[in-house]
């Protein structure tokens, strides 16, 4: 740990974000990566973690493969946000956690090259329409990038998928990532088809790997949160064309 923080990579890094020009810190924390050996990654990935940089961290510490640290891996990052709209919107806590993971590996500020913003990834369309819908005040397009109000419009539209799947959490979460449009047509012809066949079928590659990650991850923070759950619940297990 030391000599990681004495590398010059790593104190530019620290004085870019001591300065607020987070990307370029980023930048410089990822460029100084290729200069360490496995264990001082997983000891930078470290330092990360204990500054509250949960996506270098995660980042760095999959570039060194190491997979046994899961307070590393699996931050419980914005956890009273995560916690408390869950339970307002009626979701498991462990799956927002996951979803989150997935999205954006709990980076803040994420923006995707089509437009999706925030620790949820929400596009500004459907964040417009899920304030609306739920009655959740939004000033602008902008302020979705804000942690506290992305998890509120993330959680809100988590249920609403949820709803549109009776429950399913294997079909809301495809619908996250792909839309419920896509989901209903992947549904087509089901006839009490088993989840992880149907999961094997999804013809987008991101999306069956999304979800995958997404049922595992879950069961992850179900356990860090001390509400174990399987990866399916019973109603989940089975699925027919709706």
Known sequence: MAKVRRAPGIRRALELYERGEIVP?????????????????????????????YFPAIRTISQAQYWDDLDIRFPMAHRDALVRESRLRGVHASWAFAITRQESAFMDDARSGVGAMGLMQLMPATAKETARKFN??????????????????????????????????????????????????????????????????????????????????????GEKLNTPQPIVEWNERFFDDQ
């Open 136 to 221: 959740i005040p939004l000033a602008s397009p902008a302020q979705v990038i804000d942690p506290d109000k992305n998890v509120q419009l993330g959680a809100a539209y988590l249920s609403q998928v949820q709803g549109q799947f009776n429950g399913n959490r294997v079909l809301a979460t495809a619908a996250y990532n792909a839309g419920p449009g896509r989901v209903k047509q992947w549904l087509r012809g089901a006839n009490h088809l088993s989840f992880d066949v149907w999961v094997e079928s999804i013809p987008f590659d991101e999306t069956r790997q999304y979800v995958q990650n997404v049922l595992s991850y879950a069961v992850i923070y």
């Open 25 to 53: 810190g980023r930048r410089e924390w990822y460029r100084v990566t290729r200069l360490f050996d496995r264990d001082e990654m997983v000891a930078q990935a470290r330092l990360a973690y204990d500054l509250g940089w």
